[in-house]
């Protein structure tokens, strides 16, 4: 069974700029998160979607919006890009809610100049 | 609201000793716990979970963790460490009471392992 897919891998960007983020879950997976890892705030709850649905949001500002489609295939956009964003953006796919594991992509590295 | 804390940043073993990378807990209820590990330039991959029931939970790559609720904790254990048992390893919570239920993350410990 594939595993968690995201893309880019990389993105370089500069300030004001927008992006958009790919995630496709595990065959079959109906929950996706999504996930900032920095060195210095560790891992930051950004995003929570099941069934189309945004079911937890993290407290991040307005710019960062996301929403999963039908397949469950998810995307995650941030707009007028800051330099503070420069991270890993994790992406996370669970069977369901709640009580199950989740598994993890290999992340979108995104730098901002 | 929950939270989670690693009161380690790193920990240093010897190849063979027993290792313990420390997690405690803040939530409201009964919580579901979690133990992930990410290598280098890698996604994280989960390692065990407690739910319910036994406190004692074993999980992938001989690791195993207890739930002491007295304690609010949920320490990370393994007999003999490995040189490759290195890498960053993150705690993490969830309130299934909460109506805003999210898991969260505690800061990630690194734990290096000295042949």
């Known amino acids: 069974k594939a595993g968690v897919t995201q893309t880019p891998r990389y993105l370089i960007k500069t300030r004001g700029q927008q992006v958009t983020l790919s995630c496709s879950p595990i065959?079959?997976?109906?929950?996706v998160s999504w996930y900032q890892q920095t060195p210095g705030q560790g891992l930051q709850f950004l995003f929570e979607y099941f069934s189309e649905t945004q079911r937890n949001k993290g407290n991040f500002p307005g710019r960062f919006s996301g929403r999963q489609f039908s397949n469950s295939r998810s995307e995650m956009n941030v707009s007028t890009l800051e330099l503070g964003d420069s991270a890993l953006y994790l992406c996370?796919?669970?069977?369901?809610?709640?009580?199950?594991?989740?598994?993890f992509g290999p992340g979108t590295r995104l730098t901002v100049l | 609201a929950q939270s989670v804390a690693q009161p380690e940043d790193q920990v240093n073993v010897a190849e063979g000793n027993p290792l313990t990378v420390k997690c405690t807990y803040s939530?409201?209820?009964?919580?579901?716990l979690f133990w992930y590990v990410q290598y280098p330039n890698r996604g994280l991959q989960f390692l065990l979970k407690y739910i319910t029931g036994d406190n004692l939970v074993k999980g992938s790559y001989g690791f195993e963790a207890e739930f002491n609720k007295s304690q609010t904790s949920f320490h990370l254990k393994k007999p003999s460490a490995l040189v490759s048992d290195s890498a960053l390893y993150f705690c993490?919570?969830?309130?299934?009471?909460?109506?805003?239920?999210?898991?969260?993350f505690g800061s990630g410990t690194r734990l290096s392992i000295r042949p």
């Open positions: 939530v409201s209820g009964n919580p579901y």
């Open positions: 065959s079959g997976h109906r929950s």
């Open positions: 993490a919570v969830r309130d299934p009471y909460s109506s805003a239920s999210k898991i969260i």
């Open positions: 996370a796919s669970s069977l369901g809610e709640l009580a199950h594991e989740q598994f």
